[in-house]
């Protein structure tokens, strides 16, 4: 059974910093893409972060320049680095792995699996 746990969520001031995990039992990890994407209470999840398998980033406006995502495929494992962090980045954050590729990785139509969400506050 897939299953992709996240941690490293939390309540943290304006202007700092958490680090999301990812760990995916996916035995395709490896050429999978990883993404990370966000959802406030009655919105849409909104894409935040990619990686394909070849190691392309994409990133949505909002968050360019303040966060960082990363992989380390021995550990089937995806990172969402986030700085600089404002009250707007408030909301439940989820990972997903999937055999997408290119820009297809900021639609959540490229993923297979999904973890259960991790909530970020930032308080102002």
């Known amino acids: 059974q897939v299953q992709l746990v996240e941690s490293g969520g939390g309540l943290v001031q304006a202007g700092g910093s958490l680090r999301l995990s990812c760990t995916a039992s996916?035995?395709?990890?490896?050429?999978?893409?990883v993404g990370w994407f966000r959802q406030t209470p009655g919105e849409e999840r909104n894409f935040v972060a990619s990686?394909?398998?070849?190691?392309?980033?994409y990133y949505a406006d909002s968050v360019k320049g303040r966060f960082t995502i990363s992989r380390d495929n021995a550990k089937t494992t995806s990172y969402l680095r986030m700085d600089q962090l404002k009250p707007e980045d408030t909301a439940i954050y989820y990972c997903?792995?999937?055999?997408?590729?290119?820009?297809?990785?900021?639609?959540?139509?490229?993923?297979?699996?999904w973890g259960q969400g991790t909530q970020v506050t930032v308080s102002s």
């Open positions: 996916v035995r395709q990890f490896s050429i999978y893409a």
């Open positions: 990686m394909t398998w070849a190691n392309a980033t």
């Open positions: 997903a792995t999937g055999p997408a590729s290119g820009g297809w990785s900021q639609r959540r139509g490229g993923y297979d699996y």
